[in-house]
Every structure is written in C-alpha cells, then in structure tokens.
C-alpha cells in the first residue's frame, strides 16, 4: 500500500528558529510536491521536486528529495509569523494521482 | 485567468438529498480532479478525469459519481448525500509536461445534517 508520511503533525516554533518538516513515503515515484494551506484556504503549490538529489529554494523555506531514503524534507530557515499554515507533501503517482501526507500544522509564535 | 473555479462554496444538505459540484478550468489542462478533505487529514482522491470523454475512481469513490462535461468542466454529483459526505470538496486540473503539477480551486465546503 502507498503510504505518505509526515512528521510532526504539529509544530510549534519560535520566530527566528530553524526547523525541519520531514516526508517519508513507501514506494518509488518521480515527484515530490509541496503545498503550503492556510486556514480555510486552498492549496498552493510552493514546489516541485524531480530526481534526487533535487533542492529548490523560495524565501525561507527550502525542499529537498532524496529517492534512495524516499524521503522529502522541508527545512524553515528563520521562522517568520506568515509562515504559519498547514504543509503537505504529496506524492506523484501512477496516471499523475497524488497521494497527500497528513499535514504538517506549523505554528509561528512571536 | 481565473485558474479552477468552484461553485457553490458552501452547501448544507439533509441526509438523502442530491447535489451536483462545479468545476472549471481556463488553463486549456487534459487533467482534472476531485479530491475530499477532512479535519486533520490531507486530501483524498475521489475521481480524475485523464481527458475530456474519460473518468476514473480515485480511492474514495462510493457514493459519488462524475461527469466530464467538456475539457473546461468537471463536475462530482452525489445521488444521495450521507453525513460521513460532510467535507471540504476540492477541483484540480493538471499541466502537462515534466513538472505535471496541479492547481486547486477554492473548494465547496459540504455539510450532511
């Protein structure tokens, strides 16, 4: 069974901080997304992984793939209140179907 | 361009009772979706539609059926609405290419009393 996992469910940091969202998935793909969803929103696509070893970079957030660990991370360099939101990663799977993690609820506090 | 659009966003129906959700899409993409979402979790495929004139079940497809109307429209119908139906209902449509990347609408909030 394909399964996404993300880790922390939830969490809370302190502006300024550092902090790592980490997806570990179950099965080989070609594609790592990330979307960011504030509350009530829709989702909005922050980035598009494609091979290992792919890193891209938007402001103070970072994602990186790595396929031999099937694993995805998404690092926070200097947390800021507006980034406050829930992040998912979701996986490209067969016919393009995503398969979504869980969430990451992610709390800023001042 | 107005992306993917859906209507309408709230809906509260009683246990039974029929609706159909709209979508449509002004990026000219073959794809589209339907996904559900409930609290705490992330989204769960419903239908996809691969092109206009095809359909298929995503992992939640009971009770609910969908209908390609064009390549723009994409519609999810529910014949007889539950209270495990009570969700937030989301469209996508998907470009082409390497990156294959979706684009939500703003969602239908749904509530089965």
């Known amino acids: 069974e394909l399964k996404v996992e993300q880790n922390p469910l939830f969490l809370s940091m302190q502006e300024g901080k550092n902090y790592t969202i980490y997806c570990n998935y179950s099965?080989?793909?070609?594609?790592l997304y990330w979307y960011r969803q504030d509350p009530g929103k829709s989702l909005e696509s922050l980035f598009v992984l494609l091979s290992n070893g792919a890193v891209k970079q938007e402001g103070r957030l970072m994602a990186s793939l790595d396929t031999k660990a099937r694993l995805s991370t998404l690092h926070i360099t200097a947390a800021v209140h507006d980034l406050s939101a829930t992040y998912f990663c979701a996986l490209g799977g067969a016919t393009n179907k995503l398969i979504f993690g869980t969430g990451t609820l992610l709390a800023v506090q001042p | 361009n107005a992306g993917v659009t859906q209507t309408p966003k709230f809906q509260v129906l009683k246990t039974g009772q029929s609706m159909t959700l709209q979508c449509a899409q002004d990026?000219?993409?073959?794809?589209m979706y339907w996904y559900r979402q409930d609290p705490g979790m992330g989204l769960r495929l419903i239908y996809y539609s691969a092109s206009e004139g095809t359909t298929d079940k995503g992992e939640v497809p009971n009770g609910y059926n969908v209908s390609r109307l064009n390549k723009r429209e994409f519609s999810l119908r529910l014949e007889s609405a539950a209270p495990s139906q009570t969700s937030v209902y989301f469209c996508?449509?998907?470009?082409?290419?390497?990156?294959?990347?979706?684009?939500f609408g703003p969602g239908t909030r749904l509530t089965v009393l």
């Open positions: 990026m000219n993409h073959n794809s």
């Open positions: 996508a449509s998907r470009t082409g290419g390497s990156y294959n990347e979706q684009f």
């Open positions: 099965t080989t793909s070609d594609r």
